[in-house]
């Protein structure tokens, strides 16, 4: 359905490193009514929100879920945790590279891990011979960084890892651990930039979705026949209140601040208003779907073939979301988790 975004020439355009300071990204404005596009810096982009506008963005944290691995055979390899499948942390799901069943590996510190399973969605079953305890991976696990930045790197000469990875690849705000891939979107904001927004007269509120494999999980069949896998996501009361007396005052825009806040709220919505609360979303949202809440929407150039660029193109029109992507690619712009940002109005 979006296969014209697979012929772009991105490749040299995706980003090994944040721009610094973060808020010194390109932005791209893009308007659906009149299919006007504008070049920004991100650190502009208070001038396009007004007072009155709410500014909803994901305060999920990412924690250290890659762990190394070597195989009985010699040949290393990476685990990245996905979720505890029991009490005790000693079965796990998880994504691997080349596993099947029965395969062993060890781990730092004596730990084993054998390979029980494969599930129908690429994911793993894995048992480990002593519990992954947070205080275990705190010591030995590392912030999963995607592995198309790890691949670049590699191509480049330049080591994988960099130190300020850790910080780098979490939002300024981030507070609540659960995720293992960053809301990306919000990597743009700096608290200064934040402190002007919310002197403007913009309200911020926060919710919370811990972005998963189902977030990067590739669409490798037709829209309608995609699974979204689940992902929690939580609303709190303070901030439903918020949004509904947006919405019920009509007193300002909604802007969400990538794809998971979108999600976030398009899954906590009810006849019209927002409740508060936790909830799976397992929602897949692509061209054709009426979004009920969003105004504004705020992301970055995506992968070919995510569902967060089916999100994007259903909120911003295909064929002018195509139309933005080639003019992004024409001025180098800066693609996917580290790169530039796209607010669609």
Not at 76 to 87: I, K, N
Not at 99 to 105: A, I, N, P, V
Not at 155 to 172: A, F, H, P, W
Request: charged share 30%; net charge positive.
């Amino acid at each position: 359905m979006l296969e014209e975004f697979e012929n772009l020439n991105i490749k040299e355009l995706i980003a090994e490193k944040p721009a610094e300071p973060r808020d010194h990204s390109n932005l791209m404005i893009v308007n659906r009514r009149t299919g006007e596009i504008r070049h920004e810096k991100f650190f502009n982009i208070a001038g396009y929100l007004n007072s009155g506008d709410c500014l909803v963005l994901n305060k999920s944290k990412v924690w250290k879920a890659k762990l190394n691995a070597e195989k009985t055979t010699g040949a290393l390899t990476e685990f990245l945790l996905v979720s505890p499948m029991d009490e005790n942390r000693k079965i796990w799901r998880l994504l691997s590279r080349k596993s099947k069943t029965g395969d062993e590996y060890a781990l730092p510190a004596s730990v084993r891990a054998k390979c029980l399973s494969r599930n129908g969605d690429g994911s793993f079953i894995f048992e480990f011979s002593s519990p992954l305890t947070s205080e275990y991976l705190e010591k030995f696990a590392n912030v999963p960084l995607p592995s198309y930045i790890e691949k670049k790197r590699r191509e480049k000469g330049l080591t994988e890892r960099i130190s300020e990875d850790e910080s780098l690849y979490q939002t300024v705000y981030a507070e609540d651990s659960g995720s293992i891939a960053a809301p990306t979107a919000g990597f743009h904001f700096t608290r200064d930039l934040l402190d002007k927004i919310s002197r403007k007269g913009v309200i911020i509120a926060y919710v919370t979705l811990h972005v998963g494999w189902g977030t990067f999980r590739p669409v490798r069949s037709s829209p309608q026949e995609h699974k979204m896998l689940p992902e929690e996501c939580e609303i709190n009361q303070e901030t439903a209140e918020i949004l509904n007396n947006l919405k019920r005052e009509k007193s300002g825009r909604l802007a969400a601040v990538g794809t998971s806040s979108v999600r976030t709220l398009e899954k906590m919505s009810e006849s019209g208003k927002i409740k508060s609360g936790r909830e799976l979303a397992d929602m897949f949202i692509y061209p054709g779907y009426e979004f009920k809440m969003p105004d504004i929407f705020i992301t970055n150039f995506h992968v070919p073939g995510s569902p967060p660029l089916y999100m994007t193109a259903a909120f911003c029109g295909k064929d002018l979301l195509y139309k933005a992507y080639k003019e992004a690619v024409e001025k180098k712009y800066r693609f996917y988790s580290y790169g530039d940002s796209l607010m669609i109005i």
